[in-house]
């Protein structure tokens, strides 16, 4: 620590900018970026600190606009990861983290989940009429609207995916403002998001 701290205080100096030590990682993972797989991308990133403290940025659970259960779904894999002492900890933790994995796919086929769950949020930035391509946002916006919901702009919507790619382009999203009790999801849509959701955390062990 006092290494790090000397240093911190030399680029300080040497740049006139205030240099602090954060804290010392047990593990850290920058996620791939789309473009090259071997680029890690700098607003994108999740670790560990000694003090067992997370660190989070730009992943699914940060998100404002992901589904409560993609934020819980990381939320357990991620608890299981803050235990481990280090990267070839986090590794051996992979089958943990697989069951884990399982048992969220296992509740999206089944249907055990409530709309509120799936609901994915925005806000809107236009009037409904105003929207010029068939968004997911858009289109919810538009139903809520075609059912007497005065909206504005900057307001929080939210829906979730009942069934994507639908020609019928109203069926492809329901406002959770209009779901009643009985309501339909799309669980091959859900379970891909799942996948990708389940990969940001584990691609760097694989």
């Known amino acids: 620590p006092k290494e790090y701290q000397a240093l911190a205080e030399k680029i300080s100096l040497a740049t006139g900018f205030d240099i602090l030590v954060e804290g010392f990682y047990k593990w850290l993972r920058f996620c791939s970026a789309k473009a090259d797989a071997q680029a890690g991308v700098p607003n994108r990133y999740f670790g560990c600190f000694s003090t067992g403290e997370l660190k989070l940025r730009g992943i699914e659970i940060r998100r404002h606009d992901t589904p409560v259960l993609f934020k819980r779904f ?47 949020s925005c806000h809107l930035t236009r009037r409904p009429e105003d929207y010029v391509h068939d968004t997911a946002s858009a289109i919810a916006a538009q139903q809520l609207a075609a059912a007497g919901i005065e909206l ?53 062990l694989l």
């Not at 995916?161 to 329901?174: A, F, H, L, Y």
């Open 74 to 120: 990381q939320e357990e894999l991620l608890e299981v990861l803050r235990q481990a002492s280090g990267i070839a900890a986090c590794r051996d933790s992979l089958a943990h983290l697989e069951d884990i994995y399982l048992d969220y796919q296992d509740q999206i086929k089944t249907g055990g989940i409530s709309a509120v769950d799936l609901a994915f």
């Open 152 to 204: 504005h702009i900057g307001e929080k919507i939210q829906y979730i995916i009942s069934s994507s790619g639908d020609k019928v382009k109203d069926w492809r999203v329901t406002p959770l403002a209009l779901i009643a009790d009985q309501f339909e999801y799309d669980p091959k849509k859900y379970l891909e998001l799942l996948g990708r959701a389940y990969n940001t955390i584990t691609e760097g």
